[in-house]
């Protein structure tokens, strides 16, 4: 059995509206000092092989049809 994380983030230059407002919220309750807030999503896979390579191709599979939207987002596969 292989565990995995998938880190999905908006690429470079994608207006984060959701990071802007976390960024504000963590402002207004005090915090100081935030040069920027850019939001994203984990994923925690466990699959059912041994086999590193093969899960890792099934990850990034996964990541490149369903879990991450190529035109707006980049992501990362992470065999833990």
Do not use: C, H, W, Y
Not at 21 to 40: D, K, P, T, Y
Not at 53 to 76: C, G, H, P, T, Y
């Amino acid at each position: 059995m292989i565990k995995a994380r998938v880190t999905v983030t908006l690429k470079n230059g994608v207006l984060d509206p959701q990071g802007k407002a976390i960024e504000g919220a963590l402002g207004g309750l005090g915090f100081s000092g935030i040069g920027s807030v850019r939001q994203g999503k984990v994923f925690d896979v466990t699959l059912e092989t041994a086999d590193r390579m093969e899960a890792e191709a099934n990850l990034k599979s996964m990541a490149e049809r369903l879990l991450a939207n190529q035109v707006i987002e980049d992501f990362s596969v992470e065999i833990l």
